[in-house]
């Protein structure tokens, strides 16, 4: 279980999160949305230790996450996956290699290992025909595609997902929400997604949190976000040409 405890964070005059707090039930999928700049990646990496808070907690399982030692942080991340927003590939590294790199850094794990479940991975995603090929010869689409088959590699408890159709053309962006949907029920226990796009959000969301001025404004399931009468949420989800 993923929790977040009055979270502050500020970098240098920039208050950016202050007072973020939620929890999420086993099994969701959690949106997180909110205006560019609102802090929805600061948060995102606060989950995973990227991000040290200046005050406030974030308990994985029960455990505060702020309080422990690079070590034991190490040990929590290895029990995430996460699709970058830009997918973060290797540039000089083949769509294979880059799948296969978490597994690689764990020490001793054999080689006949990584190639079955590099394939198995890229399968899911299908892209088991570009293994060869460097990220510079892939569409963003399929990039993201990579980013993912890295992520679910070694079967994470958490999935998080840092804006995973930006960029992206409607129907390949629907093509992601696909797979994300896919993976998530499958494949883990928990997922979070930072987006601003709301048709991604009700494709694959089970909660909603809406991130405005440094706080959670909004906390709710996806059908209490269609009957939410909050006027600046409001205006965000139009400013964003959906309607609930």
Same mark, same amino acid.
């Given at each position: 279980?993923?929790?977040?405890?009055?979270?502050?964070?500020?970098?240098?005059?920039?208050?950016?999160?202050?007072?973020?707090?939620?929890?999420?039930?086993?099994?969701?999928?959690?949106?997180?949305?909110?205006?560019?700049?609102?802090?929805?990646?600061?948060?995102?990496?606060?989950?995973?230790?990227?991000?040290?808070?200046?005050?406030?907690?974030?308990?994985?399982?029960?455990?505060?996450?702020?309080?422990?030692?690079?070590?034991?942080?190490?040990?929590?991340?290895?029990?995430?996956?996460?699709?970058?927003?830009?997918?973060?590939?290797?540039?000089?590294? +083949?769509?294979? /290699?880059? *799948?296969? @790199?978490?597994?690689?850094?764990?020490?001793?794990?054999?080689?006949?290992?990584? !190639?079955? %479940?590099?394939?198995?991975?890229?399968?899911?995603?299908?892209?088991?025909?570009?293994?060869?090929?460097?990220?510079?010869?892939?569409?963003?689409?399929?990039?993201?595609?990579?980013?993912?088959?890295?992520?679910?590699?070694?079967?994470?408890?958490?999935?998080?997902?840092?804006?995973?159709?930006?960029?992206?053309?409607?129907?390949?962006?629907?093509?992601?929400?696909?797979?994300?949907?896919?993976?998530?029920?499958?494949?883990?226990?928990?997922?979070?997604?930072?987006?601003?796009?709301?048709?991604?959000?009700? +494709?694959?969301? /089970?909660? *909603?949190? @809406?991130?405005?001025?440094?706080?959670?404004?909004?906390?709710?399931?996806?059908? !209490?976000? %269609?009957?939410?009468?909050?006027?600046?949420?409001?205006?965000?989800?139009?400013?964003?040409?959906?309607?609930?």
């Amino acid at each position: 279980m993923i929790e977040v405890e009055d979270l502050h964070k500020s970098f240098g005059d920039a208050h950016i999160l202050r007072g973020v707090s939620f929890a999420l039930d086993r099994g969701d999928t959690f949106a997180i949305v909110g205006h560019s700049g609102s802090g929805k990646s600061v948060l995102l990496r606060h989950l995973i230790g990227l991000h040290q808070p200046d005050s406030g907690r974030v308990w994985i399982d029960g455990t505060d996450i702020t309080q422990l030692a690079d070590p034991e942080l190490r040990s929590v991340r290895q029990r995430f996956g996460m699709l970058f927003q830009d997918g973060a590939l290797f540039d000089s590294m +083949t769509v294979f /290699d880059n *799948v296969a @790199f978490p597994l690689r850094m764990i020490s001793g794990t054999p080689e006949a290992e990584v !190639e079955a %479940k590099v394939t198995e991975s890229l399968e899911r995603v299908g892209l088991s025909d570009q293994a060869e090929q460097l990220p510079a010869e892939l569409s963003g689409g399929q990039r993201k595609r990579v980013g993912l088959a890295r992520a679910i590699i070694r079967r994470p408890d958490y999935l998080l997902y840092d804006e995973p159709s930006s960029g992206l053309d409607p129907e390949t962006s629907n093509t992601i929400d696909e797979l994300i949907t896919e993976v998530s029920t499958q494949l883990c226990r928990q997922a979070v997604m930072v987006t601003h796009n709301m048709h991604s959000v009700l +494709t694959i969301a /089970d909660q *909603v949190g @809406f991130l405005h001025e440094g706080r959670m404004r909004f906390v709710g399931t996806v059908e !209490e976000l %269609k009957c939410c009468e909050d006027p600046v949420l409001c205006e965000f989800i139009e400013a964003n040409a959906y309607q609930l």
